[in-house]
């Protein structure tokens, strides 16, 4: 069966950086496109930025030139480098590929 595997959360101060991992299984990394997502509480999971097969990308508005997302092909791997955090960064963050989703994981903006 598919799998989506997101790693790489963490309490991080305002002003810093992470990067998020995502391992995606063969059957679904060559053929569809990779998504990261968030939830803050209480507002709706929103799609911060996407990679096609061809590394076409695209960003959600308050994260452009903050947020890149890149992936490694050989390793099936989609990575989110997430930079200038700020506290509205603060989310669970979740990848998505096909129908599949992760079970997330956690990025903390605080001092």
């Known amino acids: 069966q598919a799998q989506v595997v997101e790693s790489g959360g963490d309490l991080v101060q305002p002003g810093g950086s992470l990067r998020l991992s995502c391992a995606v299984s063969?059957?679904?990394?060559?053929?569809?496109?990779v998504g990261w997502h968030r939830q803050a509480p209480g507002k709706q999971r929103e799609l911060v930025a996407l990679?096609?097969?061809?590394?076409?990308?695209n960003y959600e508005d308050s994260v452009k030139g903050r947020f890149t997302i890149s992936r490694d092909n050989a390793k099936r791997i989609v990575y989110l480098q997430m930079n200038n955090l700020t506290s509205e960064d603060t989310a669970v963050y979740y990848c998505?590929?096909?129908?599949?989703w992760g079970q997330g994981t956690q990025v903390t903006v605080s001092s």
């Open positions: 990679i096609t097969r061809s590394s076409r990308t």
């Open positions: 063969r059957s679904i990394f060559d053929n569809y496109a």
């Open positions: 998505n590929c096909y129908e599949y």
